[in-house]
């Protein structure tokens, strides 16, 4: 990291700041001594301009639509690895040896079951809970069984905490599966692969064999790759900032998954898929264009616009490409949903609305097409987000811990309530 220099101004106080230049991408302005030196506090609500650390581990340029982990485009690392390559190089900053890989999927595969006990914790859920909220629950209890692993101060502590939580999280999303549908858990088989164990255990039954289809297998698992990290989005910011308090791993993971829940973020998906089945058939989608440009309706195109992404999103075009080999696959010639999506997307992205705001498909856009065809419905989808995002937040909140000058995150406020005044007694109120 490269530094100048540079000057604050603020009315007749002025002083010299560092500008730090990353390897890529916007420089930063220091801007830690200004209330110090001024009395005043920056004011940047959805922190538009902030950066809120030094990564090294996702790099974002939105303009012109490049993800990059750990410096490798996203394409090349969907085309040519698989999920646990993407997680080792996540976690460790390189892609893995031949023989680094083999030791890692045996590491993951080893910690795929979790507490038997676990199992009597689901049964206290309805079973028409959201899988979301079991997954908050479930994942948050994961502290009360694994108390060897919570140790944040303990490096091997950390690592035992980030392998569980890679490997019973795939476990956790399908027993949420399994629960809300009244079917037998599935057993974790360490004879397969991270995703095709997973779809095992989430569409296996004890009545009958089940054989995982390889080509879809191999879809989900660049979907897991997709979705594994994306710098300091919303979920990844709420664990670094609960973890910053010094709170146990897994309990940070939890806060991440409750952010993700959300419809702007990872809630997305599912949002997208039911908003292509309100639209219903392609004559309707004037009517849903319309409705998204007015300003008085609330009603935005889910799938569509990003905070970062200026241009068409890096992911949803190899999601789009994965969508159309998964329908292929499963021999689905015509998907009413996926025509309304190719043709919104088309009138969209010649639309002056669109175009002048610069919104594109995102990630979600053509995701929910995909997973439904794959058998899973539409309240699973975030979950599956959640599932592949796990690393990511896991790889961030390590390098947070690691970092020397870790503090607990406290922002400010821009305080506009009442001015002190005097409390009054509830017989002159
Ligand atoms: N449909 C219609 N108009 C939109 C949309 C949309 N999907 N997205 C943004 N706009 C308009 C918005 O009304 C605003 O217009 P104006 O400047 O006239 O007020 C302008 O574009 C900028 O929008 P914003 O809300 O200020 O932008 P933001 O950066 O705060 O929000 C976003 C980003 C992703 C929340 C937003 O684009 C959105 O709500 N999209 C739909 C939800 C969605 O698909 N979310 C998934 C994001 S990708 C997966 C993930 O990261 O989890």
Known sequence: MTASTGTIKVGDTSFETNV????????????????????????DPGFTSTASCESQITYIDGDEGVLLYRGYPIDQVAEHGDFLETCYLLLYGELPTPAQKADFDYRVTRHTMVHEQMARFFQGFRRDAHPMAVMVASVGALSAFYHDSTDISDPTQRMIASMRMIAKIPTLAAMAYKYTVG????????????????LNMCFAVPCEDYKV??????????????????????????????????????????????CLWGPSHGGANEAALK????????????????????KNDPFRLMGFGHRVYKNYDPRAKIMQKTAHEVLNELGIKDDPLLDVAVELERIALHDDYFVEKKLYPNIDFYSGITLKAMGFPTSMFTVLFAVARTVGWIAQWREMIEDPGQRIGRPRQLYTGAPRREYVPPSKR
């Open 20 to 43: 730090k230049q990353g390897s890529i991408g916007p420089s930063v302005i220091d801007i830690g001594a200004l209330y110090g030196k001024t009395g005043m506090f920056t004011y």
């Open 183 to 198: 079917q037998p858990f599935v057993y974790p088989k360490n004879n397969l692969d991270y995703t095709s164990n997973f």
């Open 213 to 258: 289809n390889p080509i879809l297998s191999r879809a989900l698992d660049r979907i897991f790759i997709l979705h594994a990290d994306h710098e300091q989005n919303a979920s990844t910011s709420t664990v670094r900032l609960a973890g910053s308090s010094g709170a146990n791993p897994f309990a940070c993971i939890a806060a991440g998954i409750a």
């Open 275 to 294: 908003m292509l089945g309100e639209i219903g058939s392609v004559e309707n989608i004037p009517k849903f264009i319309a409705k998204a440009k007015d």
